[in-house]
């Protein structure tokens, strides 16, 4: 009897921790840049891992096209923009096609020319983080592995200095 009730403790242990893993999603190697694919807010192909450049520095920055936090941090790099003149900066989000319209067209982001935005169709990139709210920005350096993540709003001062730590 003391076997039947140590065997159904040990199964209903592994059951819940099974259970809790399911709802959880697996946090990837956020170690690397993830695997890119946006479609461009055009719609004419996409982006993907082989349109960022190799050996630049990369700002990858998701974002909602309504979030109040996300348009101020775009404003920001926006006005720092000189000064992000080497980094490559990655907007991604999984909003409809007609709001990443929009919000390229208000902040002119077709003058950046190392700006890329999109739309990850498939939400492949906030598991990969395991993020839990905007804007989400990760930070990797010329060789492509993670400096450092951010979840919400950051001085651009802040974003260059962690670039430059990283170049020491």
């Not at 991604?92 to 077709?110: Q, S, V």
């Amino acid at each position: 009897m003391k076997k039947i009730i140590i065997i159904s403790f040990a199964l209903a242990i592994n059951l819940i921790s099974a259970a809790q893993n399911l709802q959880q999603p697996q946090k990837q190697n956020s170690q690397i840049i993830p695997p890119i694919h946006l479609l461009k807010q055009d719609s004419s192909g996409y982006y993907t891992n082989n349109d960022i450049k190799k050996h630049r520095e990369t700002l990858i920055m998701y974002f909602s096209p309504e979030c109040d936090h996300c348009k101020h941090q775009t404003e920001d790099i926006i006005k720092d923009m000189g000064k992000f003149g080497n980094i490559q900066i990655v907007m991604a989000t999984y909003f409809p096609l007609n709001e990443i319209k929009e919000f390229y067209r208000h902040y002119k982001i077709a003058s950046y020319h190392n700006i890329i935005m999109g739309r990850d169709e498939q939400y492949s990139i906030p598991p990969h983080y395991n993020m839990h709210s905007f804007p989400f920005l990760a930070l990797y350096d010329k060789k492509g592995n993670l400096i450092t993540v951010f979840e919400g709003n950051q001085k651009t001062a802040t974003l260059l200095e962690a670039f430059k730590k990283a170049i020491g």
